[in-house]
T-cell receptor, first 113, second 114 residues
Framework: DQQVKQNSPSLSVQEGRISILNCDYT??????FLWYKKYPAEGPTFLISISSIKDKNEDGRFTVFLNKSAKHLSLHIVPSQPGDSAVYFC????????????FGTGTRLKVLA | GAGVSQSPSNKVTEKGKDVELRCDPISGHTALYWYRQSLGQGLEFLIYFQGNSAPDKSGLPSDRFSAERTGGSVSTLTIQRTQQEDSAVYLCASSPSGNYNEQFFGPGTRLTVL
């Protein structure tokens, strides 16, 4: 039973446009969410996080939105750059103090030049 | 800079053999994690070490899996009597004490069990 779901395995976006990656979760006890980015042959790298007390967190070109009622979060990348092409994983945990993250299956983003 | 390193990068083994996977965390990081990613799946938590505390082994899928962390640094994940379903990428991560939110991952070991 996938508690964290990324239903789009892949996404292609034109350079300069907005990339929107989506993530849904089923466990209402999750209250901390993260996005990781992974390039081929490398480990995932932390990108951005959000606590359930917020509905938006922004860091440069990256913004994460959280809709608790819909149990949905999304990552917006604006403007998208070719270097953003990677696999993006969302992850959730029961509190910001726990190390047990539940990861989604990832979405492969391809930014076309 | 020195990140998390893992060895080997690739391992092919025959069903029934034992394998050892190694992880060198970032120097000074007290927390170390092992995950695996099977084909088409998300990262699956396996085990967590924090300093000298007893490890959290709750994610290990069977008693064929074990892990050690010697001297609070290097960790070895051992899989005994490997099965084909053990084929996956095994990822190690480390983080500074008390900061679970930013885990630094190694490149992983791709294990293939024939």
């Amino acid at each position: 039973d996938q508690q964290v779901k990324q239903n789009s395995p892949s996404l292609s976006v034109q350079e300069g446009r907005i990339s929107i990656l989506n993530c849904d979760y089923t466990n209402s006890m999750f209250d901390y969410f993260l996005w990781y980015k992974k390039y081929p042959a490398e480990g995932p790298t932390f990108l951005i996080s959000i606590s359930s007390i917020k509905d938006k967190n922004e860091d440069g070109r990256f913004t994460v939105f959280l809709n608790k009622s819909a149990k949905h979060l999304s990552l917006h990348i604006v403007p998208s750059q070719p270097g953003d092409s990677a696999v993006y994983f969302c992850a959730a945990s029961g509190s910001s103090g726990t190390y047990k993250y539940i990861f989604g299956t990832g979405t492969r983003l391809k930014v076309l030049a | 800079g020195a990140g998390v390193s893992q060895s080997p990068s690739n391992k092919v083994t025959e069903k029934g053999k034992d394998v050892e996977l190694r992880c060198d965390p970032i120097s000074g990081h007290t927390a170390l994690y092992w995950y695996r990613q099977s084909l088409g799946q998300g990262l699956e938590f396996l085990i967590y070490f924090q300093g000298n505390s007893a490890p959290d082994k709750s994610g290990l899928p069977s008693d064929r899996f074990s892990a050690e962390r010697t001297g609070g640094s290097v960790s070895t994940l051992t899989i005994q009597r490997t099965q084909q379903e053990d084929s996956a990428v095994y990822l190690c991560a480390s983080s500074p004490s008390g900061n679970y939110n930013e885990q630094f991952f190694g490149p992983g070991t791709r294990l293939t069990v024939l």
